[in-house]
T-cell receptor, first 111, second 111 residues
Framework: DSGVTQTPKHLITATGQRVTLRCSPR?????VYWYQQSLDQGLQFLIQ???????AKGNILERFSAQQFPDLHSELNLSSLELGDSALYFC??????????FGSGTRLTVV | SQQGEEDPQALSIQEGENATMNCSYK?????LQWYRQNSGRGLVHLIL?????REKHSGRLRVTLDTSKKSSSLLITASRAADTASYFC???????????FGAGTRLTVKP
């Protein structure tokens, strides 16, 4: 157990639907990062939150959004899903020192 | 956008041999990190090397950093079947501490 909890572990949904992925960071970590990993794109940075505020944005589609709540957990919302959104979605957290702690990921399958 | 690129893309060796993976990156960095990912699992932080360090050891791992060449290498000595995984280098992007990952080296260690 890395200390970063992601739910659900697996998700199967239809095209056009909306899903929410949840991440609880390691205790004490203020930063949360979301990554998408697909076979042909590698690990792509989506977005970072620090203590509730958006800190950095990567290749995140407009159909995707995220937020970090006062208790520091984060949610990644994916809407109008397409087949190409099928991927592993990882959350990572970090504290004052460098080095990320990753969750075990959510495997999203869009059918 | 990706910052680092690992080389080779895939590496297959026998147990007991050494494995060397290389990473090249594009911009100036203050640190570089290596991660391991077992198939379909979350990434695990292995080692961090700062820009003012040239070499760092952790157990059977040795990491070097050459900032003049914008490159790093990860050496795993006396490899074991359990070292079979994908290995990624990661570097900070654009002055933030959000890390960007390369496409990874897939290492297979045959017993």
């Amino acid at each position: 157990d890395s200390g970063v909890t992601q739910t659900p572990k697996h998700l199967i949904t239809a095209t056009g639907q909306r899903v929410t992925l949840r991440c609880s960071p390691r205790s004490g970590d203020l930063s949360v990062y979301w990554y998408q990993q697909s076979l042909d794109q590698g690990l792509q940075f989506l977005i970072q939150y620090y203590n509730g505020e958006e800190r950095a944005k990567g290749n995140i589609l407009e159909r995707f959004s995220a937020q970090q709540f006062p208790d520091l957990h984060s949610e990644l919302n994916l809407s109008s899903l397409e087949l190409g959104d099928s991927a592993l979605y990882f959350c990572a957290s970090s504290g004052a020192n460098y080095g990320y702690t990753f969750g075990s990921g959510t495997r999203l399958t869009v059918v | 956008s990706q910052q680092g690129e690992e080389d080779p893309q895939a590496l297959s060796i026998q147990e007991g041999e050494n494995a060397t993976m290389n990473c090249s990156y594009k911009t100036s960095i203050n640190n570089l990190q290596w991660y391991r990912q077992n198939s379909g699992r979350g990434l695990v932080h292995l080692i961090l090397i700062r820009s003012n360090e040239r070499e760092k050891h952790s157990g059977r791992l040795r990491v070097t950093l050459d900032t003049s060449k914008k490159s790093s290498s990860l050496l795993i000595t006396a490899s074991r079947a359990a070292d079979t995984a994908s290995y990624f280098c990661a570097t900070p992007w654009a002055g933030n501490n959000d890390m960007r990952f390369g496409a990874g080296t897939r290492l297979t260690v045959k017993p």
